[in-house]
Antibody, heavy 120, light 108 residues
């Protein structure tokens, strides 16, 4: 059974960076990709970007280009999201989701979410 | 970028009633790559439907999806208490993957 285990909640100050991890189990990491989706308080779901577990290729939503880095560690089947220059608007729950290895697909398996709070 | 607009924003119905949720795309969605998710408070979203009309294994058959090109519908034939949640449509395939703003299904 596919599972995605995310790191714990974070509290950051404006201007700082945050790194969220997503460790997968129950399937072969290299055969899939990982997308990241966030939900700000009272808002809907927002897709941020995708990384292939196969070759590390990435694709980002325009608004996150240059501010987000997605990486993977295939030796530990873990994906990472780094978001820089945080503002209060980045306060949200961040989800990693299982995706296709070659393109962005529907999201059949979700992590439990990581709450990131940005506050001075 | 394809924009997905869901309607209504909020739908108030009683258990046993039929729910019809709409998702309209600003451009045709290639290959009908349209998915629907259910999101309950405090939980991760759950995939219900992909490819416009294919139901995920384990999802009750009271959930059905239909539509093509720019107009898509999620129908819940007879509402159960656990169905009251927020529902999102999502377009996938080509970047960016976009979500609709959601429809909140409330108990009347």
């Amino acid at each position: 059974q596919a599972q995605l285990l995310q790191s714990g909640p974070e509290v950051k100050k404006p201007g700082a960076s945050v790194r969220v991890s997503c460790k997968v189990s129950g399937y072969t990491f290299n055969n899939y990709g990982i997308s990241w989706v966030r939900q700000a308080p009272g808002q809907g779901l927002e897709w941020m970007g995708w990384i292939s577990g196969y070759n590390g290729n990435t694709n980002f939503a325009q608004r996150f280009q240059g501010r987000v880095t997605l990486t993977t560690d295939t030796s530990t089947s873990t994906a990472y999201l780094e978001l820089r220059s945080l503002t209060s608007d980045d306060t949200a729950v961040y989800y990693c989701v299982r995706d296709w290895r070659t393109f962005i697909n529907y999201f059949d398996t979700w992590g439990h979410g990581t709450l990131v709070i940005v506050s001075s | 970028e394809i924009v997905l607009t869901q309607s209504p924003g909020t739908l108030s119905l009683s258990p046993g009633e039929r729910a019809t949720l709409s998702c309209r795309a600003s451009q045709s969605v290639s290959n009908n790559y349209l998915a629907w998710y259910q999101h309950r408070p405090g939980q991760a979203p759950r995939l219900l439907i992909y490819g416009s009309s294919s139901r995920v294994s384990g999802i009750p058959d009271r959930f059905s999806g239909s539509g093509s090109a720019t107009d898509f519908t999620l129908t819940i034939s007879r509402l159960e208490p656990e169905d009251f949640a927020v529902y999102y449509c999502q377009k996938y395939g080509a970047s960016p993957a976009t979500f609709g703003q959601g429809t909140r299904l409330d108990i009347k």
